[in-house]
Structures are given as C-alpha cells and as structure tokens.
C-alpha cells in the first residue's frame, strides 16, 4: 500500500496496485510518494487467527479502505494479556468497529489487529465506560473482550456516496477528500 500527495492540487491517494501512480487523476500533476513507516506483520501461528483477525495493520485496512481516512476514538495502547504482550484499542467512527492491535515482537503476534465488535459511538463508550482505570491493570485485555462482547450490536454505518474504493476496483487506488465539514475521506480516483 503506497500513500500519495498530489503536488499540484494537494489531495491525497492510497494506492494498493502493484505498478507505481506518476499522475494525479484530478489535475494530471507528479504524484509525490508520503513516507509510511514499515508496518509489523505478526508471523503465521502467533496469534488466533479468525473472521475478525488480520496479521497487520495494513492487511485490516486493505480489507476496508473506510478505515484509512475515518476519525477514530482512541482507547489507549497500555491494555495488557498478563506479562507478555500490550495492545492499543480504539473505535472507527465510518465503520463503527472497536479494535485492538498487539504490540510487541511479530513471533509474539505483534502487530496483529482483531475487531472486538461493531457498535456505535454511545454504545462503545457506555461499555466501555471507566477504561482509563482498567488499562493498566494486569490482563486488563480480558476486561475490554468483555465488555466488547455485550456491546449493542448495530449493523454498519450506511457507506456514503464518497466511500472508498476496495483494491482491485478503479485500479486499485482512492482519493482522500477534505470536504464534508471537515472529515476526511476516501473516494475513487478515477
């Protein structure tokens, strides 16, 4: 997955095709590659795999490219599994998905990410309610599992008429867009 910079008009693109973007397709302006840090992998067999589980960060943004640009509600990075791993927990406002990625060495599951549920923003922060006291505690990632599974089930938030494009469609890339009062979003390229 590679991030873009439009050096004429500005916007921004992700791009998950295997050929390099040159272009802007808006203004046909050079294309400008953003630096993105080298993004953990946690290797086969070290964590439970599942239907809500992805090796890395990059793999569960892949799957939905909403997650990328969407405003997210941060839970903290010190929930803990006993002695060995901690993770960071935060909720997605366009998806509506509360999730932990594993910190730590990728043998170990580093950088695997797991969606705990899909809920809406009261319902996370009502269970949720009082986490800044639980996160340090030791295997307080037992405490958030928890409380994630009574979450209000709702089904997703409806995808607006800018959402994302997945890989493979429109050549695989996606524009981000600052309108809509601000929020940032992804729309296709093309």
Known sequence: MNLYSCTGCR????DMSERPAWRCPECGARLARVWMPVVPRAEAGSYPRGDHTYASMEDFIQADLDRLASREVDFGVLWRDGARSSY???W???TGELYVVQAGPVDTGGGHVEVLGVTDRAGVETALEGWQA???E?????WIRRRAAALPR???PPRSSRAAVRAGGSGGSARYSSSSGGSRRLRAAG
């Open 92 to 94: 997605i406002e366009d």
């Open 138 to 142: 030791h295997a307080s990632i037992a």
């Open 154 to 156: 709702v089904s997703r």
């Open 11 to 14: 916007e921004r693109y992700v």
């Open 134 to 136: 639980r996160a340090r």
């Open 88 to 90: 960071r927990a935060a």
